[in-house]
């Protein structure tokens, strides 16, 4: 694994998810700070509340095409890259919805790395956990956009949670389980 690339496709991932297409949008269209009506969230559902139906689809478009944009791009220099990228950009959009919940996964995912080196686990952990925050620390639509977002993770990570179960899951540093 070629950590550079990795790391250049987390953070391309985390800026481009860093994009608030919804407060770019409503304010391009003269209609202010999107932030300050409705839940407060500078997405495509909040952008409804303010009409206009096209631009509240302009938002979820462009919204989903940034994180596509960056698994895309990175795949280019391998999985792990394009996992990065897409892990960055959610990073990135949950940064602008609701950073409690990205501050407990990344605490818990540090411990967890730290702890067992496992970073398939401590991603697992850190999305589940993450998530299950957001009921107590973000607006009732983040929560469910993180459950919605945790069992994605947990079904894309379905071959990491079966070598983990089996003990053959590589650790970081490039061991394996015992």
Excluded: C, Q
């Excluded at 700070?33 to 952008?47: E, M």
């Excluded at 919204?63 to 960055?88: H, M, N, W």
């Amino acid at each position: 694994m070629d950590y550079a690339h990795v790391l250049a496709a987390l953070a391309l991932g985390y800026l481009l998810g860093s994009i608030p297409f919804g407060l770019l949008l409503t304010r391009a269209a003269g209609l202010g700070d999107i932030r300050s009506i409705g839940s407060g969230n500078i997405g495509a559902t909040n952008v409804l509340r303010t009409g206009n139906k096209g631009l509240a689809a302009a938002t979820l478009l462009l919204d989903a095409l940034k994180g596509l944009v960056a698994v895309l791009l990175a795949r280019t220099f391998g999985p792990e890259a394009a996992l990065a990228a897409g892990g960055g950009a959610v990073l990135g959009v949950f940064l602008g919805l609701s950073w409690p919940i990205v501050a407990v996964g990344a605490v818990v995912w540090l411990l967890i790395l730290v702890t067992v080196r496992y970073s398939s686990l401590a991603t697992l952990l850190a999305t589940a956990l993450g998530a299950a925050s957001a009921w107590w620390l973000s607006p009732r639509p983040v929560a469910v956009l993180a459950a919605v977002l945790v069992v994605l993770v947990w079904a894309k990570h379905h071959e990491n949670i079966r070598r983990l179960l089996a003990g053959t899951e590589s650790k970081v540093g490039g061991t394996k389980s015992a």
